[in-house]
């Protein structure tokens, strides 16, 4: 290295450990986006100006006796190109803590493969969510990621903030925009789908392992849900989805597609799976004029002669002592979130996510609680996080206990 180059690299390294010496005493003042005031090293009242359009520059006599023109920077202008290197950082770590899922530590971290405990790091993988940790088993010598949820583009905490904008009404499309605007990730609005469309499932598989408490007064009605099975000379097509709510805690205890049939086995079925939610048979049935329902509920509760013990009360004629107005609410809000998709396919897995948000997301207008909240089911922190992380962790236990059993034989 020749001695001109050593000098401009003293020159260059000096003016670098004064520029830190003066962001250590104060921050620069932005008065545009492409001008700063930056105080002097030994002078806090001066200030000096530097601009940057197509290239930076500052009115210190150092800047114009010295660097113009010689593609040089004043130590002025290297604080502003440390300011905003460390401005940058801050936003990209602020972004990726709001985008990663904060979780408690599992126990002890043990190979997904094998359910070895001796694994070590190994690597790391850059993605667009930031650097991922990389294991390595000592046993089967696989290398893989800790998280919750794999094999996705993404993470737990965007599968939830996913389902969330769902449910309040954003389309796939909107949701895709989203995450491209605020996060810089391209994600299809088909993975989305898929996204809500398996986790909705799964969601809702735990939450029914959850028992209510609820008052023994049930609501149960049905209403016609738009699908795109329809054509043009027949015109759209309905399928009818029917809900049982507690009366008191507005729980969704069942809800259930039929397709096209109002029959005395449709009503069953849903009475059968709000019994398996609330463990328990209900004091009261408030339905419409509906026949099925009446012998649905001698059906399956065996309520009829000198066993009757279920009181079923039809609205008919009777609004103004008593009407249905809970669950005709809850079908106001499923039409309004549906409307946007104008039509759809997989009814039962959109009503099951649904049936999730209302009973653990959804707070009441007066009390600010959830249903499940009235219910006596308390969920700390974010509800989708908790149901989700739970719903997956219940799912590799199950899968492992058919995994030993296959083993076992």
């Excluded at 800790?146 to 909107?174: F, H, Q, T, W």
Aim: charged share 30%.
């Amino acid at each position: 290295m020749d001695t001109k180059q050593t000098h401009l690299k003293n020159f260059a390294n000096n003016r670098e450990e004064r520029a830190k010496q003066i962001l250590e005493k104060s921050e620069p003042v932005i008065i545009d986006e492409n001008t700063y005031l930056v105080p002097s090293q030994f002078d806090s009242s001066k200030k000096y100006q530097v601009t940057h359009f197509d290239s930076y520059s500052c009115n210190c006599k150092d800047f114009e006796l010295r660097c113009k023109g010689k593609g040089l920077y004043c130590k002025h202008i290297k604080a502003i190109l440390l300011f905003e290197k460390l401005k940058n950082r801050y936003e990209t770590e602020e972004l990726s803590r709001d985008v990663e899922l904060i979780i408690e530590a599992p126990k002890k971290d043990v190979c997904p493969y094998c359910s070895h405990e001796e694994i070590f790091k190994r690597g790391q993988r850059k993605t667009k969510l930031g650097t991922k940790q990389l294991y390595c088993c000592k046993k089967c010598k696989k290398r893989f990621v800790l998280e919750p949820i794999k094999n996705i583009k993404g993470n737990a905490k965007l599968v939830c903030l996913a389902m969330d904008c769902y449910y309040k009404g954003l389309s796939y499309r909107d949701i895709s925009d989203q995450f491209l605007q605020f996060y810089g990730l391209k994600i299809s609005h088909i993975s989305i789908r898929n996204w809500i469309l398996k986790f909705s499932k799964l969601t809702e598989q735990y939450a029914k392992s959850l028992t209510p408490k609820t008052c023994g007064v049930w609501n149960a009605d049905e209403t016609m849900v738009r699908t795109k099975k329809g054509n043009r000379k027949k015109g759209a097509d309905y399928e009818y989805l029917w809900n049982v709510m507690d009366n008191k805690s507005k729980f969704i205890l069942a809800s259930v597609n039929s397709g096209h049939g109002r029959s005395t086995k449709d009503a069953m079925k849903v009475f059968k799976e709000a019994w398996d939610t609330n463990k328990k048979m209900p004091n009261q049935i408030i339905t419409d004029k509906l026949k099925s329902y009446q012998n649905a509920t001698r059906k399956v509760f065996r309520n009829y002669g000198y066993g009757r013990k279920i009181k079923h009360t039809s609205i008919l004629g009777k609004r103004r002592i008593v009407n249905n107005n809970a669950v005709e609410n809850l079908h106001t809000h499923q039409k309004e979130m549906l409307k946007v998709r104008r039509g759809v396919n997989e009814v039962q897995d959109y009503a099951d996510g649904f049936k999730v948000f209302h009973n653990f997301v959804r707070k009441g207008v007066k009390d600010k609680k959830t249903p499940a909240e009235r219910c006596g089911i308390e969920i700390n922190g974010n509800a989708w996080e908790n149901l989700l992380l739970n719903a997956v962790k219940q799912k590799a236990t199950q899968l492992t206990g058919e995994q030993k059993m296959t083993i076992s034989h």
